[in-house]
Nanobody, 120 residues
Framework: QVQLVESGGGLVQAGGSLRLSCAAS????????MGWFRQAPGKEREFVAA????????YYADSVKGRFTISRDNAKNTMYLQMNSLKPEDTAVYYC?????????????WGQGTQVTVSS
């Protein structure tokens, strides 16, 4: 499987921006559809965004469409999530994982996640 390490989270005011990174190791990163998920306190983990193997196709949850941008650099085995116009409801632990499309279900192995906190 692919080993995943998320980074880039932090505390930001509403309207601010953050850029998350997901560093992958193990099997060939470019073989996998990748995505971001998040889990807010007391809620189930939810799909945020996904990107195809080549990066040519991107998919977003309605709640982040127009504000978040997913990207990947296969040469660096890294995926990114640029988050703009952040809202308090974006507060969550963010995780990267492989993704099955079109179901948007995550793979079996999770990293430690990175905390994003948006203050009002």
């Amino acid at each position: 499987q692919v080993q995943l390490v998320e980074s880039g989270g932090g505390l930001v005011q509403a309207g601010g921006s953050l850029r998350l990174s997901c560093a992958a190791s193990g099997r060939t990163f470019s073989n996998y559809i990748m995505g971001w998920f998040r889990q807010a306190p007391g809620k189930e983990r939810e799909f945020v965004a996904a990107i195809s193997r080549s990066g040519g196709s991107r998919y977003y949850a309605d709640s982040v469409k127009g504000r978040f941008t997913i990207s990947r650099d296969n040469a660096k085995n890294t995926m990114y999530l640029q988050m703009n116009s952040l809202k308090p409801e974006d507060t969550a632990v963010y995780y990267c994982n492989t993704v099955d499309l079109p179901t948007r279900q995550p793979g079996d192995y999770w990293g430690q996640g990175t905390q994003v906190t948006v203050s009002s």
